[in-house]
């Protein structure tokens, strides 16, 4: 069942849902397709409040109902790294998960050496379970990944 997430709102992103013409957010401008990067996060755009400006995508790439579980993922253009805006996004998107989707954990899996994207899920306070053999996209090679959760407050 396809649904559209609302707007959410931080100190310096505005979180929209992603329209039926997705653009590509890396710094290269070429679209996600080109790239050979099918399968990336699409629930929200990014945007920049000042200057009024996409800089990436964040969502939940796999929404396991039954098990109350989300996995997230983002992507976020080269140029604006180092700034916190992923670690912001990301904890509007997982407060969102815990509290209007009801989710009891949310996991997200990194490649071991990227080390951008585990600074971000450890800042939100996820801790690696276990190393796994998975896919980045759905036909990408089998690599080995990195596998956080974090659960619900209590």
């Known amino acids: 069942m396809a649904w559209s997430p609302p707007q959410l709102t931080t100190q310096r992103l505005r979180l929209v849902a992603r329209d039926d013409n997705p653009r590509s957010f890396i710094s290269d401008g070429r ?4 790239q050979d990067l ?3 996060p699409s629930n929200w755009r990014i ?21 109350r579980l989300g996995e997230i993922g983002f992507m976020l253009a080269n140029d604006e ?14 407060a969102f998960g815990f509290e209007k989707m009801g989710l009891e954990a949310v ?9 951008a994207s585990i600074r971000i899920l450890e800042k939100l306070g996820m801790r690696k379970e276990k190393q796994i053999q998975g896919r980045l996209w759905s036909k990408g090679p089998i690599v080995d990944l990195d596998l956080f ?5 209590r």
């Open 31 to 34: 679209s996600a397709a080109e």
């Open 47 to 67: 945007i920049l409040k000042a200057p009024e400006q996409p800089i990436g995508s964040i969502g939940f790439i796999d929404w396991d109902r039954e098990a």
């Open 81 to 94: 790294s180092g700034r916190g805006y992923m670690t912001e996004a990301c904890r509007a998107v997982v």
């Open 107 to 115: 996991k997200a899996k990194s490649l071991p050496g990227n080390r």
């Open 38 to 40: 099918p399968g990336l």
């Open 149 to 153: 959760i974090l659960r619900k407050p």
